[in-house]
């Protein structure tokens, strides 16, 4: 029996848990006895009825019952034992591959016998194969189970029956009161206060008979939502203590002078949004206290991020600090580094260029000039990373295309300008839009802003879905397009494969739309071609000497030709929808009426259809990041193991979304009311089990 502080003991304090069963549950994150009670099951079994055999139907998972008719080894492509058993409403074949004689002569005709399986299609009938199952004496009356059976996650040697007897063991603890009952703020408000923690537990784990099965399936339970509740709470309330720590730190309280950003203001040809002037107000009151900045900015493609940055980085130069901004590839970053240089230099401010495929030379050049201070806005990629890259005073860290780099990283370039207990402000910005609630949960450590209006004059993008069945048809459109001085991208993906044959393929593709067109002029763009050529053939584009590039999805984000207005994606069903909405930002971004081509290879997926179908219905990258997240799932959009997002046992980040809405609210209440609750909350759900970075 557990002792009085049981749920804290280690789970070896449980009879039957040696030093083999410990080590297997330590890999299923059990070291405590409480741990027990929180690894919940991820479906039921319902062996608590006894389901007549002529009502069985295709995949269910059902107990019955039967006597054995006919027993019989079948030889075909593998030998088999068939057993025929019938309960006078129908008949079912036991099927078993692996038998043993001894077995053979037990499942002889006449004995009753009581199975638990799936109910599949056989040649002549249905069938289960390899069912549990127990031989059952003439006159015998034995009773099904009383409670529904869960199934677990479980490791390899931890048997779902060991499991279930040690989670009885620690839901025994449950009686004592052991399990203290913490402030769950705003629960009565989301139907899910009718359970206390330990009904909802003990439900969980062992549900009634009468319970509503393909509830408990859906996840959809009250029990589980209470669950769901508080873990989805101890999650918010991690995200927050990870803030809250950021914030003990000082920053330098940047004071910009208001003249340099005018200065950049006048000499652009385009005057602000509404949007891009609400967010920069946000940043600059961020800059402007004594603690670290750390902000999301969430804009759709073209929303005109890079201006925001820019600015952001003239406010920390003004006020006496220098600025990094780090892309996630080479392409991108050049970019940024073009336009940041031809924006800041008027103004008396040096940019620096700091990436992997630099010469000795030159990059001992940078990192003397970074060093010195000369170098006030550097511009980079992973390379800014490295140790040898040291800073005179950074002010402000950039990062673009958050999604691409883990929580760490963010981390790992923020320590560059740590100075004793000073931190740089921090900006991390996106355009691949994320569903408000999950942002919410995955970026609670950082406050968000949304630019959510595109500067005037952009066109919406028409998109068409068609097979490459019709590739030639496609070949004469966009013929027909650049003999009207329209530009063209044709997008090459094959992304299950290398680089290289990405590459190869788009080299192929280059040649075929060459010897189909042969008055076209036609560059070709892909990862393994060196930055020289790359950056020499998208100049070439850019200005117009040529009339298509060809490129692999390296031209996803960054790239801005106004001319461009037709854009055919190859394999398009290969793509995630928010790469693919990447991809089509790439046209449209002048006044000419802009096309999107989506080619794919037949025979479509459900998941290619829903995506494509998405695609061409919608041109807002936030009801389309909504569309990834119920087709994808969380994990899948945000990255689970790049973000620190963790694995929820209970919770479902799309199936609770109207859950995630109070989080924020209901985790203030509650280190308001009761802290120390908070803090055990926190314990009890993640434990040993979350490191989102250390700060």
């Not at 009207?484 to 080299?507: F, G, K």
Request: proline fraction near 5%; aromatic fraction near 4%.
């Amino acid at each position: 029996m557990v002792a009085d502080n049981g749920l804290s003991q280690p789970v070896t304090s449980l009879k039957g848990v040696g030093g083999k069963v410990a080590e297997r549950l330590v890999k299923i994150g059990v070291q405590q006895v409480q741990d027990l009670l929180f690894h919940l099951p991820l479906r039921y079994q319902d062996r608590t009825r006894l389901m007549p055999l002529g009502a069985l139907r295709l995949q269910q998972e059902v107990l019955v019952e039967g006597t054995i008719q006919l027993s019989q080894v079948k030889f075909g492509r593998r030998r088999s034992l068939l057993c025929h058993i019938s309960d006078g409403t129908g008949s079912l074949i036991l099927r078993f591959f692996h038998f043993s004689k001894a077995q053979q002569l037990q499942l002889e005709k006449g004995r009753k016998i009581r199975c638990f399986g799936e109910v599949r299609n056989g040649p002549s009938s249905f069938e289960m194969v390899h069912p549990e199952y127990q031989l059952i004496d003439a006159g015998k009356i034995v009773p099904v189970d009383s409670e529904l059976t869960p199934v677990y996650p479980t490791t390899e040697g931890l048997h779902q029956l060991s499991l279930r007897k040690l989670i009885t063991q620690a839901l025994a603890s449950l009686e004592n009161g052991l399990m203290p009952e913490l402030v769950i703020p705003e629960a009565r408000c989301h139907n899910v206060a009718d359970f206390s923690l330990t009904e909802a537990l003990k439900f969980v784990h062992q549900p009634p008979p009468d319970a509503p099965v393909q509830q408990l399936i859906d996840r959809q339970h009250p029990a589980q939502k209470r669950l769901a509740y508080e873990e989805l709470l101890a999650q918010q309330l991690t995200m927050k203590k990870l803030r809250q720590q950021t914030q003990h730190h000082r920053a330098p309280a940047l004071n910009p002078d208001p003249a340099q950003r005018e200065a950049l203001l006048n000499q652009l040809p385009f005057p602000l949004t509404k949007a891009q002037q609400r967010v920069l107000t946000e940043i600059e009151a961020d800059m402007s206290k004594p603690f670290p900045m750390q902000r999301l900015v969430q804009g759709d493609v073209g929303s005109g991020k890079t201006v925001v940055a820019a600015l952001a980085a003239i406010d920390a130069v003004s006020a006496g600090a220098q600025a990094v901004m780090m892309a996630p590839t080479e392409l991108l970053a050049e970019q940024h580094f073009k336009t940041f240089t031809q924006w800041l230099t008027p103004l008396g401010m040096k940019v620096g260029w700091c990436a992997g495929k630099q010469t000795a030379a030159e990059r001992r050049q940078v990192l003397e000039q970074l060093k010195s201070g000369e170098i006030k806005v550097a511009v980079g990629t992973h390379a800014l990373f490295q140790d040898e890259v040291v800073f005179n005073q950074l002010g402000l860290v950039i990062i673009d295309e958050q999604h691409r780099f883990g929580v760490h990283q963010r981390l790992a370039l923020r320590d560059k300008g740590r100075d004793v207990d000073t931190m740089p402000h921090q900006l991390v910005m996106t355009a691949t839009p994320i569903p408000r609630t999950l942002a919410m949960t995955a970026y609670a450590d950082l406050s968000v802003s949304v630019i959510d209006e595109l500067p005037p004059g952009r066109t919406p993008v028409t998109t068409v879905v068609v097979s490459d069945g019709r590739r030639q048809d496609v070949i004469e459109r966009v013929h027909a397009a650049c003999q009207q001085h329209r530009q063209v991208y044709w997008v090459c993906t094959l992304i299950e494969e290398s680089e290289h044959l990405q590459c190869q393929a788009a080299e192929d593709t280059a040649t075929t739309l060459q010897d189909c067109l042969p008055d076209l002029k036609i560059g070709l763009v892909h990862g393994r071609m060196k930055s020289a050529q790359k950056e020499q053939v998208m100049t070439a584009f850019k200005s117009g000497e040529l009339d298509m590039l060809v490129a692999t999805t390296v031209i996803e984000v960054g790239v801005d030709v106004p001319n461009a207005s037709l854009m055919v994606i190859e394999n398009a069903e290969r793509l995630g929808l928010a790469q693919l909405h990447q991809l089509r930002g790439r046209v449209g971004r002048g006044q000419i009426e802009s096309h999107c081509v989506l080619m794919y290879h037949a025979p479509l997926s459900e998941n290619g259809q829903a995506r494509l179908k998405c695609l061409r219905e919608s041109n807002d990258g936030f009801v389309i990041a909504q569309r990834d997240l119920e087709i994808r799932g969380p994990g899948e959009v945000l990255g689970t193991r790049q973000t620190g997002l963790p694995q929820f046992r209970v919770a479902n980040l799309l199936e609770d979304q109207e859950l995630l809405t109070v989080m924020e609210q209901a985790a203030n209440k509650m280190l308001e009311l009761a802290p120390d609750k908070a803090e055990a909350l926190v314990t009890r759900w993640f434990a040993h089990k979350l490191d989102f970075g250390h700060v």
